[in-house]
């Protein structure tokens, strides 16, 4: 069965990227969040891109 990237309808927080994200890369939501948090201390487009993915990504 392939995992279909999409924005789960439960299991959200704000918009349910990282949830979704995590559920297609077979790890835990909160991995996926601490991950998301942590790159946040780095310098880049990481709110940009979980903006583009919000638009982006179907719900389920």
């Given at each position: 069965m392939t995992r279909r990237l999409?924005?789960?309808?439960?299991d959200r927080w704000i918009a349910g990227?990282?949830?979704g994200l995590a559920r297609r890369?077979?790890?835990s939501p909160n991995i996926m969040r601490l991950i998301f948090v942590i790159s946040c201390l780095?310098?880049?487009p990481q709110f940009l891109i979980y903006i583009i993915?919000?638009?982006?990504l179907p719900n389920e």
């Open positions: 999409a924005r789960p309808r439960n990227v990282c949830s890369f077979g790890v780095l310098p880049g993915l919000w638009v982006l």
